[in-house]
């Protein structure tokens, strides 16, 4: 869900432009608020093409509009890279990204505790 607001871009020299101002919103708890009939997403779902209902349809949308903004951006980083670079697919969604993205990454969902780990080995401490 977004939020689009019309802007204007002023230079110094005078010159002005209108411009369209978009604000994603932080979750799709904004959804329920604008149509509350519409169900959550099931996260753990398998998108049917074609959806044949709206739990379906919300499902495929979520799912595989997630998975493509992350395909999107990481062919933007990629690009801009400057040679081969291994892509890590991190965090508790990790699986389900993996499951519905079309990426060559490595999944590591638990990153962020495995080198929490290897601090705690190397610490003088010993704790």
Not at 41 to 67: F, I, K, N
Not at 84 to 102: D, K, S, Y
Not at 117 to 123: G, N, P, T, Y
């Amino acid at each position: 869900m977004a939020e689009v607001f019309k802007g204007r871009v002023v230079a110094a020299e005078g010159f002005e432009k209108l411009v369209a101002i978009n604000r994603i919103l932080p979750d799709l708890a904004g959804m329920g608020v604008v149509t509350p009939a519409l169900p959550s997403a099931h996260l753990d779902a398998a998108p049917q093409m074609p959806p044949r209902s709206s739990q379906a349809a919300v499902d495929a949308g979520v799912l595989l509009g997630y998975a493509g903004m992350v395909e999107r951006l990481v062919a933007g980083l990629l690009a801009t890279a400057g040679g081969p670079a291994q892509v890590v697919v991190t965090g508790g969604n990790a699986p389900r990204l993996m499951r519905h993205a079309r990426l060559r990454a490595v999944s590591a969902p638990d990153l962020v505790h495995q080198g929490l780990r290897a601090l705690a080995e190397q610490s003088a401490c010993g704790c």
